[in-house]
């Protein structure tokens, strides 16, 4: 089958084609780049396999070291060295890979944008039970087709000139993309033994793709579950940030749980399943709740329907995607620890949110998520997640709302989308009144900003000032004054301004001077 794709008639492709045909090497684009080409999903890593033909003559770069040729070195370098300036070359010898980074700008081939190439031999893998890292020799196109994880991973396309555009399809993935199923090339118990990791990866695509796992794919993860034991915390991280990012991440989520996963990656997630009933008085099901949040956010992002918010942002975009969404798959983690019986309010869960902010570092210092300040940042938004519900719900004070953006700073406007996602009640008239009262709540922070200027400030007067006033030593006096003028203005009594802060401190002064 040939493909007539324009994107198959890119130069670059072109050109690795003739520079594998001068070196006698047949060579494929073979993995994620095929997949997503029939998927229309946009793609910048192209990754190349090479095989040699045993009918050339020897050249340099195809000795082999530890069982494997460089002949995907070799195509690299050539390739490189036809790119020109815009190319930069990396060789990694101990894997017998190699990649090129090229930017069009500054390259020969003017008609593609900056792209990545990766290029390694055909290579065929098999493993020891104790480690997912496999013992690698080379191999035909069709072992390096059979070690791929997924059937829609593992089409090739010629590049050589006699056959370009041939794909070569063994497993059906093309089949397999038009039913929207993820399945492995060949047994999925063997697959999943060997390489438990994909196993996370078979969510992912499915989470990311919207397609469904195959019932026999889906049956041998729940199998080979606690195989997922000898896979690193980081490895598991990555897989876990890229179904956050997916357009609905609960999809994920579930799979891990209905396949048996989720309490051996993440124990404190799955210990928000399920519903107690004491006196014929229920709570809601916190973990599905959890996961309608989740992608409440997710929608929000996408949709950026806050135009009238405060305009900054104290992380990344990027960053600011990801981890308000871990805030919103963590606001609630404290629940299970709250949980208490009240025979007159039924069910409770106060401080719910102190406890879970205290839980946050351990939950990301065990799943090696980042103990910068993106943990604190999560930490922040799980403590402060019930502060504009209960402000809401009690009179909308000047003072509250100063306090509160105050507290939250740059991440106020991350805030309001988490708590406006955390509305999930059926009850309609609720679900307007909450979402009626949270707009007057963010018109308050724009008019108090505008004229206060509360977000993150410091105190008009510093310590030292109040040191050289009163010719005091440093004493814990210094800091109760700061204090009481930081209240002062939280509070409306004087405005943020240095002549009223320190006009205000002298009568405090002066009332403990009497």
């Known amino acids: 089958m040939r493909i007539t794709d324009p994107k198959i008639e890119q130069p670059i492709l072109h050109l690795i084609g003739e520079e594998a045909d001068r070196l006698g090497l047949e060579c494929y684009v073979i993995g994620g780049w095929v997949r997503d080409l029939f998927l229309h999903r ?117 590049l050589n000139s006699d056959r370009y555009g041939e794909l070569l399809d063994p497993f059906d993935g093309m089949g397999d993309l038009e039913r929207c199923i993820i399945r492995t090339p060949l047994d999925p118990d063997i697959t999943f033994s060997d390489d438990p990791l994909r196993m996370m990866r078979a969510i992912r695509f499915a989470t990311q793709l919207g397609f469904n796992l195959d019932g026999e794919t889906f049956d041998a993860i729940a199998r080979n579950k606690e195989r997922i034991g000898i896979i690193t915390k980081e490895r598991i991280a990555e897989e876990l940030n890229k179904i956050m990012l997916s357009r609905r991440p609960s999809e994920g989520w579930i799979l891990l749980d209905k396949t048996g996963l989720l309490p051996l990656i993440f124990p404190e997630l799955a210990a928000l399943k399920g519903v107690e009933v004491k006196e014929g008085r229920g709570h809601k099901d916190v973990f599905y709740h959890t996961l309608k949040v989740l992608d409440n956010v997710a929608e929000l992002q ?70 910068n300040e993106k943990m604190e940042y999560v930490k922040k938004m799980v403590d402060l997640h019930m502060r504009p519900i209960n402000l809401i719900e009690d009179t909308v004070t000047d003072s509250a709302v100063r306090r509160l953006l105050f507290e939250a700073g740059d991440d106020i406007d991350d805030l309001m989308m988490l708590c406006d996602a955390d509305i999930t009640s059926r009850n309609e008239q609720k679900v307007e009144r909450y979402h009626r009262n949270y707009r007057l709540v963010r018109q308050k922070m724009v008019e108090l900003e505008e004229r206060d200027r509360i977000r993150n400030f410091q105190p008009p007067v510093n310590g030292d000032e109040i040191m050289q006033m009163f010719h005091l030593e440093p004493c814990s006096l210094v800091g109760e004054m700061k ?23 002298i009568e405090l002064w002066q009332k403990k001077n009497i």
């Open 42 to 158: 946009p793609s910048d890593d192209i990754d190349v396999v090479v095989v040699d033909n045993p009918l050339q003559l020897p050249l340099k770069g195809r000795e082999k070291e530890d069982g494997r040729s460089g002949i995907g070195i070799l195509l690299a370098e050539a390739v490189a060295k036809r790119l020109g300036k815009g190319a930069h070359l990396a060789v990694f010898k101990t894997y017998g890979t190699a990649q090129v980074k090229y930017n069009s700008r500054k390259s020969k081939v003017e008609s593609q944008k900056s792209l990545e190439l990766e290029f390694v031999g055909a290579r065929r893998e098999s493993y020891r039970h104790d480690s997912r890292n496999p013992i690698v020799e080379d191999g035909t196109l069709e072992e390096d087709q059979n070690r791929r994880d997924f059937t829609i991973n593992a089409m090739a396309i010629c």
């Open 302 to 371: 996408s949709k950026d329907r806050f135009a009238d918010r405060i305009q900054t942002a104290s992380l990344t975009d990027r960053d600011s995607i990801l981890w308000l969404r871990w805030a919103a798959l963590l606001h609630d983690i404290g629940k299970p620890r709250s949980k208490q019986w009240d025979p007159q309010a039924g069910w409770t869960f106060r401080n719910h949110n102190y406890i879970g902010a205290k839980m946050v570092p351990k939950i990301f210092a065990r799943m090696k998520l980042p103990l």
């Open 483 to 505: 204090a009481a003028v930081k209240d002062a203005i939280l509070d409306g009594i004087i405005p943020n301004e240095y002549e009223a802060a320190k006009q205000y401190i």
